[in-house]
């Protein structure tokens, strides 16, 4: 059993907090630290995001996190060693990069498969790879005891919704909205019918995300999905911040989060 199938395990029917932060935003030191900051705060999984030059999926918050990443360098083999160096303090809270195909292509998909196994990865999400193209990046992943986790959007048929279902590992990520990260029109109770409707076909568990600001659409969510992924608002908070508060508040919005999941 891998460290994303023993989180949800262990939960034993409690719902999972799934924060999300850029590596290397606002700095390259900070990231670590920041990782620490929401196991501090009660994270049970980790998604990392692998900053990128054109996020299509992500909101102005999440695009500004990136170029600020991007300014200092930040690539993906320098993700890859900020999540071995999380690993030399922390061997249990499951690790997922979240990204886009470019960077995983460039460095070949064997090659990334061994180098994320090696730096302690558990799971990888590439948003702009269908699960119709992801085959030999699905099997090097696999091989390694890396879980594909896959995105279902409110517009994908009961069709796809079976297809994925083969494919996926460790938990789905369902987009709760159709538009991009931090977006604030999401419908609360059209939300939880469409899960309702996913468990049809997917027996793993099921995380939601895309516009999840505060704790209280948090919890709604909670009633009826396996974890909420909570990303754009962890991002305002560490650009709001200065170097030496970022983690404090961090750790604090999580723990408000975590408290507020069912």
């Known amino acids: 059993m891998n460290r994303i199938a023993g989180c949800f395990a262990a939960l034993a029917g409690k719902k999972a907090l799934i924060p999300f932060i850029t590596a290397g935003d606002p700095d390259p030191g900070l990231t670590v630290p920041l990782m620490h900051g929401l196991v501090e705060g009660g994270a049970d999984i980790i998604e990392l995001g692998v900053p990128f030059s054109d996020p299509m999926a992500d909101g102005p918050v999440i695009q500004r996190a990136s170029e600020r ?6 690539g993906l083999k320098d993700v890859l060693a900020m999540v071995k160096a999380f690993r030399a303090d922390n061997a249990r809270t499951p690790v997922v990069l979240m990204g ?3 960077p995983v292509a460039r460095m070949g998909y064997e090659a990334f498969a061994t180098a994320a196994a090696e730096a302690g990865v558990d799971g990888v999400l590439t948003v702009d790879c269908p699960p119709e193209e992801s085959g030999p990046l699905s099997e090097a992943l696999i091989a390694r005891g890396i879980d594909p986790v896959y995105l279902l959007a409110p517009t994908t048929p009961a069709a796809r919704i079976a297809k994925i279902a083969e494919f996926a590992r460790g938990y789905v990520y369902y987009v709760s909205l159709k538009g991009v990260t931090g977006a604030g029109n999401l419908d609360i109770d059209d939300v939880k019918r469409k ?11 099921i995380g939601v995300g895309f ?5 209280e659409t948090a919890r709604a969510l909670s009633v009826a999905a396996d ?3 909570v990303g754009s608002r962890l991002v305002q908070e560490i650009e709001a911040a200065t170097h030496e508060t970022a983690k404090e508040r961090l750790t604090r919005l999580v723990a408000e989060l975590k408290a507020a999941i069912l």
């Open 69 to 74: 990443a991007l300014a200092h360098g930040v």
């Open 100 to 102: 886009y195909l470019n």
């Open 195 to 205: 899960i309702a409707a996913l468990r049809e076909h997917i027996s793993l568990p």
């Open 211 to 215: 516009g999840i600001r505060d704790a």
């Open 227 to 229: 974890a909420i992924v």
